[in-house]
């Protein structure tokens, strides 16, 4: 018997599903809510280091042999030259450039304008 897991991170919480990999069967699961705001734009990444922790708890992994893993997409986690973090993360709901890249493509005379300047 083989022994996997999957481990999601999304923007709200971390899931991890261990399987047993001849019959497909759900061995064990853990879940943790990320501490953030709902609809929150920023958040500390450690917020997700500690929902893992939380997620994966109690010996959830013992005896996996491989993971996979998917996680939330458009998030920026801006480091410095050391790798440490020099503001909170910015996730893919951040909507405050709208208005600016709005005013930005107006400038420009237009969507055509601008695809024309810039080439996209």
């Known amino acids: 018997m ?37 609809k929150a734009a920023e958040v500390d990444p450690q917020a997700w280091l500690l929902s893992l922790g939380e997620a994966a708890s109690g010996g959830l992994l013992e005896g996996v042999q491989a993971i996979g893993v998917s996680a939330q997409q458009h998030g920026l986690v ?22 600016a890249a709005a005013d930005l493509v107006d400038g420009l005379g237009g969507r055509q304008a601008w695809a024309e300047a810039v080439g996209a």
């Open 78 to 99: 801006p480091l410095d030259q050391q790798g440490n973090l020099v503001r909170p993360a910015l996730l893919g709901n951040d909507r405050r450039a709208q208005v």
């Open 2 to 38: 083989g022994i996997v897991a999957g481990l999601d991170s999304s923007s709200a919480f971390t899931h991890i599903v261990v399987c047993d990999t001849d019959s497909g069967a759900v061995l064990r699961e853990g879940y943790a809510a990320h501490p953030v705001e709902a």
